[in-house]
């Protein structure tokens, strides 16, 4: 495939809105992943193409939480190797399977954002977080859009993070996530790179720009596009089902 410069630069344009948006409240890959889907690509190469870009937006995000000191990174130490131990599970998964099923649509848990207000952690906080870490890591390695999003609700629950704390947290796991996946399928071939570095650089500049507007905007800001990406989550699971049946 020999894309067009028309379609590489509208691609750039999706993938820095997409980081914007995932920066933020994750969801990113609900844009970029259709978007590669239009182009024609293979399945299997639309996500390891998706990965090859995604992982610079999460690395401009997270480099600026942790210049923030958002990041609890302690706790980043633990999770970091989950998501990535989960990932190349997920992404060696996603090799086996034949296009026809990853095309046949995907599950998202709708969850109503809960109160943002900090306190103590939930019992056996720890272990349920690694858990989390290891379970969306793999999702992400497997598929991924909205995989940032399932992250924040799920510290927000079991730590009690503020919504932008979480946000912060949630890149640590993100990263790891997206950076394992992209390792396995660039080691598979599934990755086109005249496609995804230029989709790289605009996932860098929007991770960096998303992760701003974050540390300046707080809960409120997150709160808002969480909102945005849970609806647009819901709304791609109809679509899917209705389409399905």
């Given at each position: 495939?020999?894309?067009?410069?028309?379609?590489?630069?509208?691609?750039?344009?999706?993938?820095?809105l997409?980081g914007?948006?995932?920066?933020?409240?994750?969801?990113?890959?609900?844009?970029?992943?259709?978007?590669l889907?239009?182009?024609?690509?293979?399945?299997p190469?639309?996500?390891?193409t998706?990965?090859?870009?995604?992982v610079?937006?999460?690395?401009?995000?997270?480099?600026?939480?942790?210049?923030?000191?958002?990041?609890d990174?302690?706790?980043?130490?633990?999770?970091?190797?989950?998501?990535?131990a989960?990932?190349?599970?997920?992404?060696?998964?996603?090799?086996?399977?034949?296009?026809?099923?990853?095309?046949?649509?995907?599950?998202?848990?709708?969850?109503?954002?809960?109160?943002?207000?900090?306190?103590?952690?939930?019992?056996?906080?720890?272990?349920?977080?690694?858990?989390?870490?290891?379970?969306?890591?793999?999702?992400?390695?497997?598929?991924?859009?909205?995989?940032?999003?399932?992250?924040?609700?799920?510290?927000?629950?079991?730590?009690?993070?503020?919504?932008?704390?979480?946000?912060?947290?949630?890149?640590?796991?993100?990263?790891?996530?997206?950076?394992?996946?992209?390792?396995?399928?660039?080691w598979?071939g599934?990755?086109?790179?005249?496609?995804?570095?230029?989709?790289a650089?605009?996932?860098?500049?929007?991770?960096?720009?998303?992760?701003?507007?974050?540390?300046?905007?707080?809960?409120?800001?997150?709160?808002?596009?969480?909102?945005?990406?849970v609806?647009?989550?819901?709304?791609?699971?109809g679509?899917?089902?209705?389409?399905t049946?």
């Open positions: 495939m020999e894309p067009s410069p028309l379609i590489i630069f509208g691609l750039f344009l999706v993938a820095l997409a914007l948006v995932d920066a933020i409240a994750g969801g990113g890959g609900l844009l970029t992943v259709p978007a889907l239009a182009t024609g690509l293979p399945t190469m639309v996500f390891g998706n990965k090859g870009s995604a610079f937006g999460s690395g401009a995000a997270l480099l600026r939480f942790w210049r923030a000191r958002l990041i990174r302690r706790r980043a130490m633990v999770l970091f190797p989950l998501g990535m989960g990932s190349f599970a997920g992404a060696a998964l996603l090799t086996r399977l034949d296009s026809a099923v990853l095309t046949a649509g995907f599950v998202v848990a709708f969850v109503r954002p809960p109160a943002t207000h900090e306190g103590e952690p939930t019992k056996n906080a720890g272990a349920k977080t690694a858990l989390l870490a290891l379970v969306i890591g793999a999702y992400d390695g497997f598929f991924g859009p909205g995989t940032g999003t399932f992250l924040i609700i799920g510290f927000v629950v079991l730590l009690h993070l503020s919504l932008q704390q979480a946000s912060a947290n949630a890149k640590v796991v993100n990263f790891a996530s997206n950076l394992a996946a992209m390792l396995w399928l660039a598979k599934l990755v086109v790179w005249q496609i995804s570095l230029p989709m650089a605009g996932q860098f500049i929007g991770g960096t720009i998303g992760a701003q507007l974050a540390v300046k905007g707080g809960d409120t800001l997150v709160r808002r596009v969480v909102l945005c990406v609806l647009a989550l819901v709304t791609r699971l679509y899917d089902l209705l389409h049946h």
